[in-house]
């Protein structure tokens, strides 16, 4: 499975973005993906995930009310709509997919994605 991100970018405080994740290969394989993403100096930290068959998501607090994850499975593709963006929100933004069930607390957890894609970055200045 192959994952290409896009939709990043320069941004001020407030503004929108929206992320694009699309997947190729067996993608019937991965009933799970994610965003996960990682600010310079700090460790990867999750941002929401999906089912792709159920469509329960699940969102870290620091996003919960402002991003939203959406699946489009005819295209393959994983969006992240971004709203009220802040500064701390800078980072490089990454796609992953999970050939698992990850609901619950697998569904943010680092370990549970086995795929990943290359990453977009996203810059929200004050």
């Known amino acids: 499975v192959q994952l290409v991100e896009s939709g990043g970018g320069v941004v001020q405080a407030g503004d929108s973005l929206r992320l694009s994740c699309v997947a190729s290969g067996r993608t019937d394989n991965v009933p799970f993906m994610a965003w996960f993403r990682q600010a310079p100096g700090k460790e990867r930290e999750s941002v929401a995930s999906i089912s792709r068959r159920v469509g329960v998501s699940y969102y870290a607090d620091s996003v919960k009310g402002r991003f939203a994850i959406s699946s489009d499975n005819a295209k393959n593709t994983v969006s992240l709509q971004m709203n009220s963006l802040k500064p701390e929100d800078t980072a490089v933004y990454y796609c992953?997919?999970?050939?698992?069930?990850?609901?619950?607390?697998?569904?943010?957890?680092?370990?549970?994605?086995?795929?990943w894609g290359q990453g977009t970055q996203v810059t929200v200045s004050s």
């Open positions: 992953a997919a999970s050939a698992r069930a990850a609901f619950g607390v697998r569904a943010l957890r680092e370990e549970a994605y086995a795929y």
